[in-house]
Protein backbone atom coordinates (compact mmCIF):
# COMPACT_ATOMS: atom_id res chain seq x y z
CA UNK A 1 0.00 0.00 0.00
CA UNK A 2 2.75 2.60 0.84
CA UNK A 3 4.67 1.67 -2.37
CA UNK A 4 1.99 2.85 -4.45
CA UNK A 5 1.75 6.18 -2.93
CA UNK A 6 5.34 6.53 -2.03
CA UNK A 7 6.36 7.78 -5.58
CA UNK A 8 3.65 10.17 -5.10
CA UNK A 9 5.70 11.99 -1.79
CA UNK A 10 6.85 15.13 -2.87
CA UNK A 11 3.18 15.62 -4.80
CA UNK A 12 1.33 14.94 -2.03
CA UNK A 13 2.98 17.56 0.36
CA UNK A 14 3.10 19.79 -2.33
CA UNK A 15 -0.87 19.51 -2.34
CA UNK A 16 -1.29 19.98 1.15
CA UNK A 17 1.17 23.09 1.51
CA UNK A 18 -1.30 24.63 -1.31
CA UNK A 19 -4.25 23.63 0.97
CA UNK A 20 -5.72 20.85 -0.97
CA UNK A 21 -8.28 18.40 0.72
CA UNK A 22 -7.77 14.60 1.11
CA UNK A 23 -10.56 14.25 -1.48
CA UNK A 24 -8.46 16.64 -3.71
CA UNK A 25 -5.75 14.29 -3.47
CA UNK A 26 -7.62 11.17 -3.84
CA UNK A 27 -8.90 12.64 -6.96
CA UNK A 28 -5.46 13.98 -8.39
CA UNK A 29 -3.80 10.37 -7.88
CA UNK A 30 -6.87 8.56 -9.35
CA UNK A 31 -7.62 10.95 -12.71
CA UNK A 32 -4.09 12.75 -13.18
CA UNK A 33 -1.64 10.34 -12.14
CA UNK A 34 -3.11 7.18 -13.46
CA UNK A 35 -3.27 5.16 -9.76
CA UNK A 36 -5.71 2.13 -10.06
CA UNK A 37 -5.48 1.86 -6.24
CA UNK A 38 -4.43 2.03 -3.15
CA UNK A 39 -5.99 6.22 -3.43
CA UNK A 40 -8.53 6.11 -1.26
CA UNK A 41 -8.93 9.28 1.77
CA UNK A 42 -8.63 6.39 4.19
CA UNK A 43 -5.15 4.96 2.63
CA UNK A 44 -4.05 8.66 2.08
CA UNK A 45 -4.27 9.08 5.74
CA UNK A 46 -2.60 6.31 6.66
CA UNK A 47 0.13 7.59 4.59
CA UNK A 48 0.31 10.91 6.27
CA UNK A 49 0.66 8.77 9.88
CA UNK A 50 3.28 6.31 8.25
CA UNK A 51 5.19 8.87 6.97
CA UNK A 52 5.04 11.77 9.13
CA UNK A 53 3.42 14.30 6.99
CA UNK A 54 0.82 16.59 8.46
CA UNK A 55 -0.80 20.04 7.56
CA UNK A 56 0.37 22.68 9.88
CA UNK A 57 -1.93 24.41 12.68
CA UNK A 58 -2.00 27.83 13.05
CA UNK A 59 -1.66 28.81 16.57
CA UNK A 60 -5.47 29.95 18.36
CA UNK A 61 -2.90 33.29 19.41
CA UNK A 62 -2.00 33.48 15.78
CA UNK A 63 -4.96 33.09 14.20
CA UNK A 64 -6.67 35.43 16.42
CA UNK A 65 -4.15 38.06 15.02
CA UNK A 66 -3.90 37.21 11.37
CA UNK A 67 -7.98 37.35 11.44
CA UNK A 68 -7.87 40.54 13.31
CA UNK A 69 -5.23 42.28 10.49
CA UNK A 70 -7.88 40.87 7.60
CA UNK A 71 -10.48 42.29 9.23
CA UNK A 72 -9.44 45.68 8.97
CA UNK A 73 -8.36 44.64 5.41
CA UNK A 74 -11.45 43.30 3.94
CA UNK A 75 -14.32 45.44 6.62
CA UNK A 76 -17.29 44.28 8.38
CA UNK A 77 -18.94 42.16 5.83
CA UNK A 78 -16.57 39.00 5.69
CA UNK A 79 -18.30 35.90 6.79
CA UNK A 80 -16.33 32.42 7.70
CA UNK A 81 -16.06 31.40 4.12
CA UNK A 82 -14.81 34.54 2.41
CA UNK A 83 -12.79 35.35 5.55
CA UNK A 84 -10.92 31.38 5.13
CA UNK A 85 -10.54 32.02 1.66
CA UNK A 86 -8.67 35.72 2.13
CA UNK A 87 -6.13 34.00 4.92
CA UNK A 88 -5.29 31.36 2.23
CA UNK A 89 -4.68 33.76 -0.37
CA UNK A 90 -2.40 35.31 1.78
CA UNK A 91 -1.01 31.61 2.67
CA UNK A 92 -2.91 31.30 6.26
CA UNK A 93 -4.69 28.20 6.08
CA UNK A 94 -7.66 27.23 8.90
CA UNK A 95 -10.47 25.62 9.15
CA UNK A 96 -13.63 27.47 8.70
CA UNK A 97 -15.12 26.50 12.00
CA UNK A 98 -11.99 28.32 13.61
CA UNK A 99 -12.03 31.36 11.48
CA UNK A 100 -15.70 31.74 12.44
CA UNK A 101 -15.12 31.20 15.69
CA UNK A 102 -12.51 34.03 16.12
CA UNK A 103 -14.94 36.59 13.89
CA UNK A 104 -17.94 35.61 16.36
CA UNK A 105 -15.58 36.58 19.52
CA UNK A 106 -13.73 39.29 18.33
CA UNK A 107 -15.98 41.74 17.12
CA UNK A 108 -19.74 40.80 18.18
CA UNK A 109 -21.26 44.08 16.11
CA UNK A 110 -19.85 43.21 13.43
CA UNK A 111 -21.03 39.19 13.78
CA UNK A 112 -25.05 40.16 14.68
CA UNK A 113 -24.97 42.77 11.88
CA UNK A 114 -23.42 39.67 9.39
CA UNK A 115 -26.31 37.69 10.98
CA UNK A 116 -28.82 39.85 10.33
CA UNK A 117 -28.05 40.82 6.82
CA UNK A 118 -27.69 36.96 6.22
CA UNK A 119 -29.71 35.12 3.08
CA UNK A 120 -30.01 33.17 0.31
CA UNK A 121 -27.68 34.50 -2.35
CA UNK A 122 -28.08 31.95 -5.21
CA UNK A 123 -31.97 30.97 -5.50
CA UNK A 124 -31.98 29.74 -8.76
CA UNK A 125 -30.78 26.30 -9.55
CA UNK A 126 -27.68 26.83 -12.16
CA UNK A 127 -25.60 24.20 -14.00
CA UNK A 128 -22.32 24.47 -15.86
CA UNK A 129 -20.63 20.90 -17.08
CA UNK A 130 -17.38 22.04 -17.03
CA UNK A 131 -14.53 24.62 -16.81
CA UNK A 132 -14.89 25.95 -20.07
CA UNK A 133 -18.68 25.63 -20.28
CA UNK A 134 -20.30 28.64 -19.83
CA UNK A 135 -18.43 32.39 -19.17
CA UNK A 136 -20.31 34.75 -17.30
CA UNK A 137 -19.28 38.73 -17.94
CA UNK A 138 -21.43 41.76 -16.08
CA UNK A 139 -20.54 45.16 -14.89
CA UNK A 140 -21.13 47.24 -11.61
CA UNK A 141 -21.66 51.16 -12.01
CA UNK A 142 -22.51 51.57 -8.92
CA UNK A 143 -19.73 54.80 -8.58
CA UNK A 144 -19.79 55.41 -12.31
CA UNK A 145 -20.82 58.93 -11.30
CA UNK A 146 -17.00 58.85 -9.60
CA UNK A 147 -15.50 57.33 -12.45
CA UNK A 148 -15.42 54.13 -11.40
CA UNK A 149 -16.53 50.70 -13.08
CA UNK A 150 -16.33 47.26 -12.51
CA UNK A 151 -16.50 44.40 -14.78
CA UNK A 152 -16.09 40.64 -13.81
CA UNK A 153 -15.30 37.49 -15.72
CA UNK A 154 -16.65 34.50 -14.36
CA UNK A 155 -16.20 30.65 -14.70
CA UNK A 156 -19.72 29.09 -14.35
CA UNK A 157 -18.27 25.57 -13.50
CA UNK A 158 -15.88 26.71 -10.77
CA UNK A 159 -17.17 29.90 -10.12
CA UNK A 160 -13.29 31.16 -10.34
CA UNK A 161 -13.50 34.90 -10.83
CA UNK A 162 -10.87 34.69 -14.39
CA UNK A 163 -10.50 38.37 -14.96
CA UNK A 164 -11.58 41.64 -13.27
CA UNK A 165 -10.94 45.16 -14.62
CA UNK A 166 -11.66 49.00 -13.11
CA UNK A 167 -12.02 51.62 -15.58
CA UNK A 168 -13.41 55.46 -15.58
CA UNK A 169 -16.58 54.59 -18.18
CA UNK A 170 -17.67 51.16 -18.98
CA UNK A 171 -15.21 50.79 -22.84
CA UNK A 172 -15.87 48.14 -25.33
CA UNK A 173 -12.02 47.72 -25.99
CA UNK A 174 -10.93 47.72 -22.31
CA UNK A 175 -13.59 44.46 -21.50
CA UNK A 176 -12.08 42.97 -24.34
CA UNK A 177 -9.04 42.80 -23.66
CA UNK A 178 -8.43 42.90 -20.01
CA UNK A 179 -11.23 40.89 -18.97
CA UNK A 180 -12.17 38.69 -22.31
CA UNK A 181 -8.78 38.38 -24.07
CA UNK A 182 -6.72 38.10 -20.61
CA UNK A 183 -8.96 34.91 -19.56
CA UNK A 184 -9.03 33.27 -22.95
CA UNK A 185 -5.09 33.24 -23.27
CA UNK A 186 -4.92 32.27 -19.19
CA UNK A 187 -7.50 29.65 -19.37
CA UNK A 188 -8.28 28.65 -22.75
CA UNK A 189 -11.61 29.03 -24.68
CA UNK A 190 -15.12 28.77 -23.38
CA UNK A 191 -18.25 27.20 -25.44
CA UNK A 192 -20.70 30.16 -24.34
CA UNK A 193 -20.28 33.43 -23.23
CA UNK A 194 -23.03 34.92 -21.22
CA UNK A 195 -23.75 38.79 -20.91
CA UNK A 196 -26.40 41.09 -20.16
CA UNK A 197 -28.04 43.22 -23.39
CA UNK A 198 -25.73 45.99 -22.85
CA UNK A 199 -23.51 47.65 -25.62
CA UNK A 200 -19.97 47.35 -23.89
CA UNK A 201 -20.20 43.71 -24.97
CA UNK A 202 -19.89 43.95 -28.52
CA UNK A 203 -16.33 43.68 -29.12
CA UNK A 204 -15.84 40.65 -26.85
CA UNK A 205 -19.09 39.19 -28.51
CA UNK A 206 -18.05 39.56 -31.89
CA UNK A 207 -14.72 37.81 -31.17
CA UNK A 208 -16.79 35.01 -29.61
CA UNK A 209 -18.55 34.31 -32.35
CA UNK A 210 -15.58 34.91 -35.24
CA UNK A 211 -13.85 32.20 -32.65
CA UNK A 212 -16.73 29.71 -32.34
CA UNK A 213 -14.97 26.99 -34.51
CA UNK A 214 -11.92 27.03 -32.03
CA UNK A 215 -14.34 25.78 -28.80
CA UNK A 216 -14.17 22.14 -27.29
CA UNK A 217 -18.55 22.29 -27.95
CA UNK A 218 -19.03 23.98 -31.22
CA UNK A 219 -23.13 22.41 -30.62
CA UNK A 220 -23.44 25.38 -28.31
CA UNK A 221 -24.31 28.98 -28.95
CA UNK A 222 -21.25 30.93 -29.35
CA UNK A 223 -23.06 33.66 -26.78
CA UNK A 224 -26.46 34.40 -25.15
CA UNK A 225 -27.49 37.79 -23.59
CA UNK A 226 -30.06 37.71 -21.22
CA UNK A 227 -31.90 40.08 -18.79
CA UNK A 228 -28.79 41.51 -16.49
CA UNK A 229 -31.26 39.54 -13.51
CA UNK A 230 -30.81 36.37 -15.48
CA UNK A 231 -27.01 36.56 -15.20
CA UNK A 232 -27.18 34.15 -12.79
CA UNK A 233 -24.10 33.40 -10.94
CA UNK A 234 -22.51 37.04 -11.46
CA UNK A 235 -25.03 39.56 -10.02
CA UNK A 236 -24.21 38.25 -6.26
CA UNK A 237 -20.19 39.40 -6.28
CA UNK A 238 -19.99 42.75 -5.66
CA UNK A 239 -19.10 43.08 -1.85
CA UNK A 240 -17.01 46.15 -1.99
CA UNK A 241 -16.66 48.59 -4.62
CA UNK A 242 -13.25 50.12 -5.29
CA UNK A 243 -10.25 49.12 -6.76
CA UNK A 244 -8.84 47.67 -3.33
CA UNK A 245 -11.72 45.62 -2.18
CA UNK A 246 -12.27 44.63 -5.24
CA UNK A 247 -9.00 42.96 -5.86
CA UNK A 248 -9.17 41.73 -2.47
CA UNK A 249 -12.39 40.22 -3.13
CA UNK A 250 -11.53 38.40 -6.31
CA UNK A 251 -8.21 37.28 -3.92
CA UNK A 252 -10.64 36.24 -1.22
CA UNK A 253 -13.60 34.72 -3.45
CA UNK A 254 -11.32 32.75 -5.58
CA UNK A 255 -9.80 30.98 -2.37
CA UNK A 256 -13.00 30.09 -0.19
CA UNK A 257 -14.94 26.73 -0.25
CA UNK A 258 -18.56 26.75 -2.14
CA UNK A 259 -20.74 24.29 -0.45
CA UNK A 260 -20.77 21.30 -2.46
CA UNK A 261 -18.35 22.37 -4.90
CA UNK A 262 -15.00 22.85 -3.53
CA UNK A 263 -12.57 25.86 -4.17
CA UNK A 264 -12.64 28.11 -7.04
CA UNK A 265 -8.89 28.46 -7.37
CA UNK A 266 -8.73 24.33 -7.29
CA UNK A 267 -11.33 23.97 -10.07
CA UNK A 268 -9.92 26.26 -12.14
CA UNK A 269 -6.74 24.89 -12.01
CA UNK A 270 -6.62 22.84 -15.02
CA UNK A 271 -8.44 25.78 -17.42
CA UNK A 272 -10.81 24.74 -20.21
CA UNK A 273 -10.73 21.74 -22.38
CA UNK A 274 -9.60 23.54 -25.61
CA UNK A 275 -6.41 25.86 -26.56
CA UNK A 276 -6.62 28.44 -28.75
CA UNK A 277 -3.85 29.64 -30.33
CA UNK A 278 -2.97 33.40 -28.85
CA UNK A 279 -2.05 34.94 -32.25
CA UNK A 280 -6.37 34.58 -33.56
CA UNK A 281 -6.66 37.52 -30.56
CA UNK A 282 -5.39 40.50 -31.32
CA UNK A 283 -4.97 43.70 -29.06
CA UNK A 284 -7.87 45.25 -28.62
CA UNK A 285 -7.15 48.48 -31.39
CA UNK A 286 -6.92 45.39 -33.86
CA UNK A 287 -9.68 43.22 -33.09
CA UNK A 288 -11.70 46.94 -33.11
CA UNK A 289 -10.48 47.13 -36.93
CA UNK A 290 -11.44 44.01 -37.45
CA UNK A 291 -14.80 44.62 -36.08
CA UNK A 292 -15.22 48.06 -38.06
CA UNK A 293 -14.71 45.98 -41.37
CA UNK A 294 -16.72 43.11 -40.77
CA UNK A 295 -20.01 44.70 -39.13
CA UNK A 296 -19.66 48.35 -40.51
CA UNK A 297 -19.97 50.52 -37.18
CA UNK A 298 -17.45 51.97 -35.13
CA UNK A 299 -16.29 51.55 -31.53
CA UNK A 300 -15.85 54.16 -28.82
CA UNK A 301 -11.79 53.67 -29.06
CA UNK A 302 -11.38 55.86 -25.71
CA UNK A 303 -14.23 56.26 -23.21
CA UNK A 304 -13.48 59.81 -21.32
CA UNK A 305 -14.32 60.66 -17.94
CA UNK A 306 -14.33 64.37 -16.80
CA UNK A 307 -12.14 67.12 -18.36
CA UNK A 308 -8.51 67.05 -17.10
CA UNK A 309 -7.79 70.47 -15.80
CA UNK A 310 -4.05 70.45 -15.94
CA UNK A 311 -2.25 72.84 -18.70
CA UNK A 312 0.83 70.36 -19.22
CA UNK A 313 2.10 66.75 -18.46
CA UNK A 314 4.85 68.52 -16.20
CA UNK A 315 1.90 70.34 -13.88
CA UNK A 316 0.15 67.01 -13.55
CA UNK A 317 3.12 64.82 -12.89
CA UNK A 318 3.70 67.30 -9.95
CA UNK A 319 0.29 67.90 -8.09
CA UNK A 320 -0.29 63.57 -8.47
CA UNK A 321 3.75 63.25 -6.52
CA UNK A 322 2.66 66.08 -3.91
CA UNK A 323 -0.59 64.37 -3.28
CA UNK A 324 1.33 60.51 -3.23
CA UNK A 325 3.72 62.05 -0.50
CA UNK A 326 0.96 63.08 1.70
CA UNK A 327 -0.80 59.67 1.31
CA UNK A 328 1.68 56.96 0.58
CA UNK A 329 -1.17 54.25 1.50
CA UNK A 330 -4.52 54.29 -0.05
CA UNK A 331 -5.10 51.44 1.08
CA UNK A 332 -5.64 53.52 4.52
CA UNK A 333 -8.13 55.32 3.46
CA UNK A 334 -10.06 52.38 2.18
CA UNK A 335 -9.61 50.39 5.31
CA UNK A 336 -10.98 53.40 7.12
CA UNK A 337 -13.60 54.11 5.00
CA UNK A 338 -15.72 50.50 5.19
CA UNK A 339 -15.41 50.60 9.16
CA UNK A 340 -17.17 53.53 9.50
CA UNK A 341 -14.53 56.24 9.37
CA UNK A 342 -15.27 58.23 6.54
CA UNK A 343 -13.37 61.57 7.77
CA UNK A 344 -9.44 60.36 6.51
CA UNK A 345 -11.04 59.49 2.93
CA UNK A 346 -12.89 63.37 2.48
CA UNK A 347 -9.73 64.41 3.89
CA UNK A 348 -8.34 62.89 1.13
CA UNK A 349 -10.40 64.47 -1.40
CA UNK A 350 -10.00 67.46 0.24
CA UNK A 351 -6.40 67.77 -0.24
CA UNK A 352 -6.14 66.65 -3.62
CA UNK A 353 -8.71 69.03 -4.55
CA UNK A 354 -6.42 71.70 -3.25
CA UNK A 355 -3.26 70.57 -4.58
CA UNK A 356 -4.90 70.61 -8.29
CA UNK A 357 -6.21 74.01 -7.86
CA UNK A 358 -2.56 75.46 -6.84
CA UNK A 359 -1.54 73.64 -10.11
CA UNK A 360 -3.94 74.79 -12.89
Not at 14 to 22: A, N, R
Not at 266 to 273: F, N, S, V, Y
Request: proline content about 4%; overall charge positive; aromatic content about 10%.
Amino acid sequence: MESSLLAYREVIKSMIKDGYTDQNISDHLQYECGLTKGFSQTNIRRFFTQNGIGRERVHDSQLEVEVAKAAVETGPTYGRKMMTGYLASKGIRASEGRVGRVLRETNQPYHADRYRRLRNLNPVPYSAEYMGHKLHIDQNEKLVMYGVTHVLAVDGFSSNIVSHSTMPVKNNLTIYQEDYQSAVLRYRMWDQIRVDHRKEFYLTLFMQEKLADYRNNTGRQPYMQTKSTQNHIIERMWPEVAKIGLDRMVQSWNAHRIQGKGIPDQLAHGGCPKRLPADLLPEATDAADCYHQDVGSSLTRVSLFGRNPFATVEHQTAAEQEFARNYADIAELFERAIHNEPAPFQNGIKDLIGIVRRYV
